[in-house]
C-alpha cells in the first residue's frame, strides 16, 4: 500500500494553488484529497486540476462518459456509488 502524506489545505491555500482549491472546495470537486496528494508537487497538481476542469467542468467529455468514469472509479475504490 503506497505510503503518503496528506497535505494540509490550509497550507496549500498559501501557495499558487489557493484558486484551484478555494473553487474545488466551492465546487465540492475534485475532493479536497486531491490537493492534499497531488500538492507534493505543485506544479504537477496545477496541471492536474487544469486537465480536471478541462475535461469534467468546460464540456471536453461528454456526460455519459463522465458517467461511465464515476461508475468506473467507484467500482474500483470498491464504493457503494
Not at 5 to 34: H, N, Q
Not at 40 to 52: G, S, T
Not at 67 to 76: A, F, K, N, Q, T
Request: aromatic share 8%.
Amino acid at each position: 500500500m503506497a505510503n503518503i502524506t496528506l497535505l494540509d489545505i490550509e497550507e496549500l491555500k498559501k501557495t499558487k494553488l489557493k484558486p484551484y482549491v478555494e473553487k474545488s472546495l466551492e465546487l465540492r470537486a475534485p475532493d479536497p484529497g486531491f490537493h492534499a496528494v497531488m500538492g507534493h508537487n505543485i506544479d504537477l497538481a496545477e496541471k492536474f486540476y487544469l486537465a480536471w476542469v478541462g475535461a469534467f467542468n468546460e464540456g471536453a467529455l461528454s456526460h455519459r462518459l463522465k458517467e461511465v468514469i464515476r461508475v468506473m472509479l467507484s467500482r474500483m475504490a470498491h464504493c457503494s456509488y
